[in-house]
């Protein structure tokens, strides 16, 4: 991904740059492509990867957005588990070695 | 501190986060596995969760929906795939469009585990197939709504675009 923010390469060159098979970079390129992350293009005889930056900023901006909603619910989550701790889930009993 | 750790993947679009609590694995569970508990954390307090189909089985649909502030009742459900009573969940979230059509969906899962006696750490992996489909994920799961979301992005957009 980082290579093909900075120069337009095909999938051959780029997996030249990384320890994996050509097939193992394809399949890198293709999950990245139908997520919208990159767009692959055919110049000439080559496949050029191009990185859709606005799409990896959108997906950061969401990620946080979503980071947020999880840490809201696990406040919840923590609320409800404290309201209803009473004996039961403060004392050790034999049932939790299983 | 409860959430004890969060990792974030653009590329993969992709979100964990683990939190421990002070309880019992079996405690735990019921969070996801007793419908009245699900209710009171899924949604926050202004845009709660209702449950009207609710059993963990692999190829079983468990179905909710939203309601807003507004009134509106987003409907969602939850294809189970993987079920492994207390301490593994394997779901795809999906609400469904007016017409009845599903929408792109992720696919989250849950790992609960003891850490120490009395200490349970659970984990939450989300995956989105799609940016869209995380635009449409938090328009249903916050009140913050679609368009909010959208105009921050906006905005965060136009400023790399500035420095660039």
């Known amino acids: ?98 | 501190m409860t959430v004890t750790a969060v990792r974030k993947d653009p590329q993969r679009i992709t979100l964990t986060v683990e939190a421990e609590f002070d309880a019992r694995v079996d405690r735990v569970w019921q969070l996801w596995a007793d419908p009245r508990q699900l209710e009171r954390w899924w949604g926050p307090p202004a845009y709660p969760a209702t449950f009207t189909k609710h059993e963990l089985a692999p190829g079983s649909r468990v179905e909710y929906h939203m309601t807003a502030p507004s009134g509106d009742q987003p409907h969602g459900y939850w294809d189970i795939l993987e079920v492994e009573p207390p301490r593994r969940i394997l779901l795809r979230d999906a609400c469904s469009n007016a017409d009845g059509t599903p929408n792109p969906e992720s696919t989250i899962r849950v790992e609960i585990k003891e850490v120490a006696p009395g200490r349970t750490r659970m984990s939450i992996e989300t995956v989105f197939p799609s940016t869209a489909a995380m635009e449409q994920a938090l328009a249903n799961g916050t009140d913050v709504g679609l368009s909010q979301a959208v105009s921050q992005i906006e905005a965060i957009l136009a400023e790399e675009t500035i420095h660039r």
């Open chain 1, 1 to 98: 991904m980082r290579r093909a923010i900075s120069a337009e390469e095909g999938v051959l060159e780029l997996a030249g740059h990384y320890p994996m098979s050509f097939a193992a970079v394809q399949k890198h390129v293709a999950v990245l492509e139908r997520a919208g992350l990159i767009t692959k293009e055919r110049i000439g005889r080559r496949k050029v990867v191009r990185t859709n930056l606005k799409a990896l900023l959108v997906a950061r901006r969401l990620l946080d957005q979503y980071e947020g909603l999880w840490r809201a619910r696990i406040d919840r989550m923590n609320a409800l588990i404290a309201e209803t701790a009473g004996p039961v889930d403060t004392v050790r009993t034999k049932e939790s070695k299983r």
